[in-house]
């Protein structure tokens, strides 16, 4: 069923009847050509770039929960394009670019608002190395500007720039970066996905692996034994688990991120802030909830919630940087499990085991990057071959050294 205005329109005036399921429940089959284990964001954007660029349409999607249940339903939206880091940098450009088309490709609204991104300075140094990052990113062709403490002031004036401890200086603007909605993007690729023909299975729990000299052949799953040839790891927090099921050990951490939204205010925040000393950033939702987060939580889980401890340091960062938050009431606050690599930046690659790959390690930053992960992922998995956006993913660079570290967003390991 194709969305548009007329549809709408008809269904208003016949009760709302007619409109379908966005996708089908169907049995799992005994075979499939491939299978992803993982319904988040990526493993439903691979699925659904498989079917459409490489044309494999006997594939499945094996989720143990629900879709969007994960990390890609529990996260603060945040799309962007201001990475540094040579690798990161051409692939988080290209992934903007397919954010601007994504509702038009899907035909499904997937709220993208690209309402800008202001990272604040609070020191010359600072505003040196942002500046610099402007520059790189204005060079590739992308969209960055600095701003001046006037400027940032006259942005956004609800900001603390007397704050003794940590002053306003200025701040880098890139106005294309914004917001999505999470859910919408779950929604919008498994329904494409499931339209040419992939099946997506919920509730079906990979338990493990069937291997056979050195080359996989399916999956145990909780609703049985599927026959496979290729089997895409995509589960974002539980890499290491699933990993280890096929007797892989990963350069990844698991961590607890936390998220918290204020009840419904007017427009106040029309931008999203990230403070530039603690990790603090904030957007306003449609809604009119604030969304904000801050950094890992200090005690490891796989309980998709998180401890007290981080509310507090999360609250006190926003106040810093916000006064005015302090009059605003939290309504909730939730978790997610992070998959943190040890350099802060992504994997996509082949594995040593014919026929297993593997897509993770994309620590607090792996929404903005679904469009492109699940393009580069897909053309692995059907040619071989990584796209050259995403050529610097693979897993080798942990055993050469030549890693991709993206300062402030890897797990940093010595700190826990
Ligand atoms: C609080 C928070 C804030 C964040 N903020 C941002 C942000 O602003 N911007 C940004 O770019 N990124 C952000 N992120 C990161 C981003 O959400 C993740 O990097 C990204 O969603 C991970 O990929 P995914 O969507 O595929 O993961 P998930 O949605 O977690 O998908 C993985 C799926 O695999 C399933 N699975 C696991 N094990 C199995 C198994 N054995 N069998 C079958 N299925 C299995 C899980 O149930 C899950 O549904 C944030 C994350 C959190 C938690």
């Known amino acids: 069923m194709r969305y548009s205005v007329f549809d709408i329109l008809k269904q208003g005036l016949s009760g709302n009847k007619g409109w379908q399921p966005l996708w089908r429940s169907p049995a799992p089959k005994a075979e499939y050509d491939?299978?992803?284990?993982?319904?988040?964001?990526?493993?439903?954007?691979?699925?659904?770039?498989?079917?459409?660029?490489?044309?494999?349409?006997?594939?499945?999607?094996?989720?143990?929960?629900?879709?969007?249940?994960?990390?890609?339903?529990?996260?603060?939206?945040?799309?962007?394009?201001?990475?540094?880091?040579?690798?990161?940098?051409?692939?988080?450009?290209?992934?903007?670019?397919?954010?601007?088309?994504?509702?038009?490709?899907?035909?499904?609204?997937?709220?993208?608002?690209?309402?800008?991104?202001?990272?604040?300075?609070?020191?010359?140094?600072?505003?040196?190395?942002?500046?610099?990052?402007?520059?790189?990113?204005?060079?590739?062709?992308?969209?960055?500007?600095?701003?001046?403490?006037?400027?940032?002031?006259?942005?956004?004036?609800?900001?603390?720039?007397?704050?003794?401890?940590?002053?306003?200086?200025?701040?880098?603007?890139?106005?294309?970066?914004?917001?999505?909605?999470?859910?919408?993007?779950?929604?919008?690729?498994?329904?494409?996905?499931?339209?040419?023909?992939?099946?997506?299975?919920?509730?079906?729990?990979v338990t493990g692996f069937d291997i056979e000299g050195g080359t996989v052949r399916g999956v145990e799953t909780s609703r049985g034994p599927i026959k496979s040839a290729k089997v895409a790891i995509c589960v974002a927090g539980r890499s290491s688990e699933v990993a280890a099921m096929a007797g892989m050990r990963l350069p990844i951490e698991s961590h607890v991120l936390q998220a918290?939204?204020?009840?419904?205010?007017?427009?106040?925040?029309?931008?999203?802030?990230?403070?530039?000393?603690?990790?603090?950033?904030?957007?306003?939702?449609?809604?009119?909830g604030l969304v904000f987060g801050g950094d890992l939580d200090g005690y490891n889980s796989y309980a998709q919630r998180g401890s007290l401890g981080q509310v507090e340091h999360v609250a006190e960062a926003g106040m810093s940087m916000i006064p005015a938050l302090g009059k605003a009431r939290m309504l909730r606050s939730w978790g997610g499990i992070m998959d943190m690599s040890m350099d802060g930046s992504p994997i996509i690659d082949k594995t040593h085991i014919g026929g297993l790959y593997f897509n993770g390690g994309w620590c607090?930053?792996?929404?903005?990057?679904?469009?492109?992960?699940?393009?580069?992922?897909?053309?692995?998995?059907?040619?071989?071959?990584?796209?050259?956006?995403?050529?610097?993913?693979?897993?080798?660079?942990?055993?050469?050294g030549d890693l991709i570290n993206e300062e402030g967003t890897g797990a940093r390991p010595g700190l826990h």
Not at 125 to 147: K, T
Not at 261 to 272: A, D, R, S, Y
Not at 281 to 286: A, E, F, L, N
Request: proline content about 3%.
């Open 364 to 400: 607090y930053g792996g929404f903005k990057a679904i469009p492109a992960s699940g393009s580069a992922y897909a053309q692995l998995l059907a040619t071989g071959e990584l796209p050259s956006y995403a050529g610097a993913y693979r897993l080798s660079r942990f055993e050469t």
């Open 260 to 288: 918290f939204v204020t009840e419904g205010l007017k427009p106040f925040i029309n931008t999203v802030i990230n403070f530039g000393v603690g990790h603090f950033y904030i957007s306003q939702s449609d809604k009119g």
């Open 34 to 205: 491939l299978v992803i284990i993982g319904g988040g964001g990526h493993g439903l954007a691979t699925a659904y770039y498989l079917a459409k660029n490489h044309g494999m349409r006997n594939i499945a999607v094996l989720e143990k929960g629900y879709i969007g249940g994960g990390n890609v339903g529990r996260n603060t939206t945040i799309v962007r394009a201001d990475y540094g880091q040579k690798g990161n940098s051409a692939f988080y450009s290209h992934s903007l670019k397919l954010w601007n088309g994504l509702s038009q490709e899907l035909n499904y609204n997937v709220m993208f608002s690209p309402r800008g991104l202001l990272e604040l300075c609070h020191s010359d140094g600072q505003m040196e190395s942002y500046n610099r990052r402007a520059n790189m990113i204005l060079a590739r062709g992308d969209q960055a500007e600095m701003l001046d403490r006037a400027a940032v002031a006259e942005y956004a004036p609800y900001l603390a720039f007397e704050n003794e401890r940590f002053p306003i200086r200025g701040g880098l603007l890139q106005r294309s970066a914004g917001t999505a909605r999470h859910d919408a993007v779950v929604w919008g690729y498994a329904r494409g996905a499931d339209a040419l023909g992939v099946d997506i299975l919920q509730n079906c729990e």
